[in-house]
């Protein structure tokens, strides 16, 4: 028989969560880690068994001829006309490391019409057609996980086995001598046929189409076009009866100049729930590293003019002005420079430390803050060097299958390093820049941390009563997942849409 028609397998799709092994083992600590438990298992097995189902009944199959002994015959005209779907199940295997899949009571029942001859001293041939049933079929796959040269997750069939429990024919037209001879000759033939081609239909699912999904998924991510977010794999996948866990690296590149951070991950601590589908644990290793490569290649800047405040804001850079402005607070700056504008140049001193706390995040930095005066013909003039300390408190949550955040306070701090305009009060000074910090920069801060950064599932993947829970040095996702069909996927952009 021909290779039956294939449509798109979603059954192993939902092993896109699986992002899981490879063939490299490193002593490293993970950046990253995902735990999918045996919740998620059973959830993609059900999803597996209803794409199953859907594609048995695209079932077709070819005309088929052959002959045996003095017999020829043909069968053609082949017609599905139904399938009893296969009951599965989907199960963790640490003693093999690996993951088992297991199909049963699959039965197919099928029309079609026959011509056979009998090739002795006299040759006879007869025609007409039958009904086949095909019953107790099973299946048995085990699926291998390892790692391309990408250090994406890749799935292989290893082995594949299949057997049909009975096969009953009903013949109509024709005479009951041909039937005799007939019937077992096509029994064995179908028998033959379907045992290979179940298991063609699985392997490709798994090895063409299913890797072709993994494919897709983001292992190296892009941040503000700048960063490089890797979540390649770094160590073999570890099973057990209740979850298989991943290690990823974690770390975070200047997308142009890809090179190994000398920061080390610390150890993720132990987590003993695994009641939900998917764990994800980020490690402030990811962060820090990142605040590194945006250090090294000068990132880290900040330029705080008038028109970074809101419009009923502007006035309080102003050096001279009726009522509150920098020149009120300052009168050197105003006395010297009147009538201008002042500008504020800030700059990271040194690598900015994030930590991930028991109560939630914090970002420590430390920088200098150079004041100018635009003067009214245009010029800058120097005014004041300042040092600067900011920390941030922020916390996180998941919003469409990302991680995004928000600063929740701040304290801020400076004093001054020199001067050009004399003594002036560090109080004013900080009274005004909290001002401006609240008004510009916080802000700024939040419309970053709301782009957030993508997680590592394809796009196939929702996630469903997400929680965030902050452990020491790590932010762990707990979630159930949803599986998103293309169809499903048109459906809720068209009502998300403004189209109707």
């Not at 438990?37 to 088929?64: E, F, R, S, W």
């Not at 994030?354 to 003039?381: E, K």
């Not at 941390?449 to 997400?466: C, H, K, M, Y």
Request: proline share 4%; hydrophobic share 40%; with cysteine.
């Amino acid at each position: 028989m021909q290779k039956m028609k294939q449509g798109r397998p979603e059954l192993l799709f939902i092993l896109g969560l699986i992002v899981l092994a490879t063939d490299h083992v490193t002593s490293l600590e993970p950046g990253a880690k995902l735990r999918l438990t045996k919740a998620g298992v059973i959830y993609a097995n059900t999803v597996a068994q209803t794409a199953l189902g859907k594609q048995l009944q695209t079932l077709k199959i070819d005309d088929q001829s052959g002959s045996s002994g003095d017999v020829s015959y043909r069968l053609t005209n082949i017609q599905t006309r139904h399938v009893a779907v296969p009951s599965s199940s989907m199960t963790l295997n640490p003693d093999l490391d690996g993951l088992s899949w297991s199909l049963s009571g699959f039965g197919l029942s099928l029309t079609a019409d026959w011509w056979a001859k009998y090739n002795g001293i006299i040759p006879i041939s007869d025609s007409g057609s039958v009904d086949i049933g095909i019953s107790s079929v099973s299946l048995s796959v085990t699926v291998g996980l390892g790692v391309d040269a990408s250090s994406r997750p890749m799935l292989v069939t290893k082995s594949c086995g299949s057997s049909i429990g009975d096969v009953s024919l009903d013949f109509h037209g024709g005479s009951a001598w041909i039937y005799n001879i007939f019937k077992d000759i096509l029994a064995g033939m179908v028998k033959d046929a379907l045992n290979g081609q179940i298991c063609t239909l699985v392997t490709k699912a798994i090895n063409v189409d299913a890797e072709a999904q993994l494919a897709k998924m983001n292992v190296y991510i892009e941040i503000d076009n700048r960063f490089l977010l890797d979540y390649g794999l770094i160590a073999p996948v570890t099973f057990t009866a209740d979850y298989m866990e991943s290690l990823h690296k974690g770390e975070v590149y200047w997308i142009t100049d890809k090179k190994e951070s000398p920061l080390t991950p610390e150890r993720i601590p132990p987590w003993g729930d695994y009641s939900r589908m998917l764990y994800l644990w980020v490690t402030e290793y990811t962060a820090n590293t990142m605040a590194q490569v945006a250090q090294d290649h000068g990132y880290l800047q900040y330029n705080l003019t008038a028109k970074d405040l809101p419009a009923d804001s502007k006035y309080i850079l102003n050096t001279t002005c009726t009522g509150m402005c920098i020149g009120t607070l300052i009168p050197q700056i105003r006395a010297k420079y009147p009538n201008s504008v002042v500008e504020i140049h800030g700059k990271s001193s040194s690598t900015p430390l994030a930590n991930i706390l028991d109560s939630g995040l914090n970002l420590g930095l430390l920088g200098d803050l150079v004041l100018y005066a635009r003067t009214p013909d245009g010029n800058l003039a120097y005014l004041l060097t300042l040092a600067m300390k900011l920390s941030l408190n922020g916390t996180a949550f998941i919003d469409s299958e990302k991680v995004k955040g928000n600063i929740t306070a701040y304290s801020f701090k400076v004093s001054v390093i020199d001067s050009a305009v004399g003594d002036v009060s560090e109080f004013a000074l900080n009274l005004l820049l909290n001002a401006a910090l609240k008004l510009s920069v916080i802000p700024s801060f939040n419309k970053m941390a709301e782009n957030g950064f993508e997680l590592p599932i394809t796009g196939d993947i929702r996630f469903q009563s997400s929680k965030i829970t902050f452990l020491d040095g790590v932010l762990l996702v707990s979630t159930d997942v949803q599986y998103i069909t293309q169809t499903e996927q048109v459906l809720q952009f068209a009502s998300e849409s403004d189209f109707h």
